[in-house]
């Protein structure tokens, strides 16, 4: 009985699409989905910096910050927990400079001036001066942006890095890397399989949508090695099972916790398991 009426609205709503005020009705609809599913920037009030605070929570945890741009994810990592140890990378070699001297002198951040990906290599990159925390690595095309400056980088395998450097586990793995997040987590496939990875923040969102990656393929890769994946609310991270009608490209920050860390999951937020 229910879906019947749910079809029939359905029905009536379509076929007054055109009429002004259902226009208008569907424009503020669509601007209400839009804040309902978290599309902020801002960690102060998204819930990262929930996230920073409780994945932190330990004497001296290790954390990866893949995408550090200036280094405002690592600052609030330091003021969450100052024993921290954080390695930063960043593949902008201008951004980088900054990031290195934002933390001069500082033992407990380790600066990299590479990118991570799936496999060591050289790679075309496109960094945006105006606005850097677009830049990021050339797909295909390209964005075609003639804002966009062209640059050559280094990247490595996570795995890799942690092997030269004697990281066996990290407590935080963040990633913000404009559409790459899913290469970067390839890389990191045998610290995950031996479940290395404690918490791992990723990105979901329109820059997926330009790198053909699905929200079902972070699924695919963390979950059958015991990774509960949510996405990251103001006030909550909500852990789900995959539904295709979490594919919105909306963004933007999503977690994956191991799932012997019942207490960290029940910290962040709640089990849905089913849609919202």
């Known amino acids: 009985m229910l879906k019947d009426t749910q079809m029939r609205v359905r029905r009536l709503v379509a076929r007054a699409h055109g009429l002004p005020v259902v226009d208008r009705a569907a424009t503020l609809v669509r601007f209400l989905q839009v804040g309902y599913e978290n599309v902020d920037w801002d960690m102060r009030t998204n819930g990262e910096t929930r996230v920073i605070q409780a994945g932190t929570a330990k004497a001296r945890p290790i954390v990866f910050d893949v995408g550090a741009n200036k280094g405002d994810w690592t600052a609030a990592v330091l003021a969450a927990n100052e024993n921290a140890q954080v390695h930063a990378f960043e593949i902008v070699p201008v951004i980088s400079e900054q990031l290195h001297d934002r933390f001069l002198g500082d033992p407990r951040v380790t600066i990299n001036a590479i990118g991570l990906l799936d496999d060591s290599a050289t790679c075309s990159v496109e960094y945006f001066p105006d606005k850097s925390t677009t830049s990021g690595v050339v797909r295909g095309e390209g964005s075609q942006d003639p804002a966009a400056v062209l640059l050559s980088a280094d990247v490595i395998s996570g795995d890799a890095y942690a092997e030269q450097h004697g990281v066996d586990h990290i407590d935080v793995l963040k990633i913000d890397t404009e559409g790459a997040d899913l290469d970067v987590l390839r890389g990191f496939r045998h610290l995950i399989e031996r479940r290395g990875v404690r918490l791992i923040q990723f990105e979901y969102g329109a820059p997926s949508?330009?790198?053909?990656?699905?929200?079902?393929?972070?699924?695919?890769?963390?979950?059958?090695?015991?990774?509960?994946?949510?996405?990251?609310?103001?006030?909550?991270?909500?852990?789900?099972?995959?539904?295709?009608?979490?594919?919105?490209?909306?963004?933007?920050?999503?977690?994956?916790?191991?799932?012997?860390e019942t207490t960290l999951v029940d910290q962040l937020g709640r089990r849905s398991h089913r849609s919202r």
Do not use: M, Q, S, T
């Open 209 to 260: 949508l330009d790198a053909r990656v699905l929200l079902r393929d972070f699924y695919d890769l963390l979950a059958p090695h015991g990774y509960e994946i949510g996405k990251v609310y103001p006030r909550l991270v909500e852990f789900r099972r995959y539904e295709r009608r979490h594919e919105d490209f909306l963004g933007f920050n999503y977690v994956a916790v191991r799932d012997d």
